[in-house]
């Protein structure tokens, strides 16, 4: 097993040790580092918040323990997901919080047989997949039926259009945290530009940030009013 608490030496040994467990998990190592491999994968090219390439990993650890010490700290038994992609947001709430329900879209149907994967090898449905654009009616019907909610995870498209339909959903879903991946000043997205406009407008509050200018760990956290 690698240590990749090197890349965290300020971080507890609690979340030190969930780091070790999900970056040398059986579902991305090996023949699973497919799902996780965005760069050669052959659909959908944005990897998601876990990252094993050399260049982005470190960031990815220090991201990947931001998300822990939220979960750590709200401790939500059931979470909104936008943005489903390789699963790697399900795996992280798994490991750090186990007994845990995810309701999750994606609008790229490849990732439903990532999702059964994760499914089946914790032998528990905890992952509700729904095939779909974030910003159709009919996600948000299905997402309003299934709550409520403690916490929401935003890592879909990152246009602004569609990050400003995302949390508007969350926040009419009445979930007071939520996190925003891709969020950064530096960050070539528009997530950062809509959380400081919804902001301004007092419409949210930003919490805190990561501070990791890089798109795997570039995180932000928002509250509603």
Do not use: Q
């Amino acid at each position: 097993m690698k240590d990749y608490s090197k890349y965290i030496p300020s971080e507890s040994l609690e979340v030190k040790e969930i780091i070790n467990r999900i970056f040398n998990h059986d579902l991305i190592l090996n023949g699973n580092f497919y799902w996780i491999d965005d760069r050669n994968r052959d659909f959908n090219s944005d990897g998601g918040c876990i990252s094993l390439y050399e260049d982005s990993i470190e960031a990815s650890v220090r991201g990947v323990s931001y998300i822990i010490n939220l979960l750590l700290k709200y401790k939500p038994s059931k979470v909104l997901e936008i943005g489903t992609n390789a699963g790697s947001f399900s795996l992280i709430l798994k490991e750090t919080l186990g007994d845990i329900d995810i309701y999750t879209v994606d609008r790229e149907p490849g990732f439903r047989e990532r999702v059964e994967m994760i499914n089946n090898y914790y032998n528990v449905p905890f992952i509700n997949f729904f095939n779909a654009d974030s910003t159709s009616d009919e996600f948000k019907n299905w997402a309003k039926k299934n709550g409520p909610y403690e916490f929401c995870w935003i890592d879909g498209n990152h246009e602004y259009k569609t990050v400003y339909s995302d949390i508007k959903t969350a926040l009419d879903s009445n979930i007071t945290i939520i996190g925003c991946d891709d969020c950064g000043e530096k960050i070539p997205t528009d997530v950062y530009r809509v959380v400081k406009e919804m902001e301004n407008k007092n419409e949210i509050n930003l919490v805190s940030e990561s501070k990791i200018e890089s798109f795997v760990g570039a995180i932000c956290t928002i509250e509603k009013k």
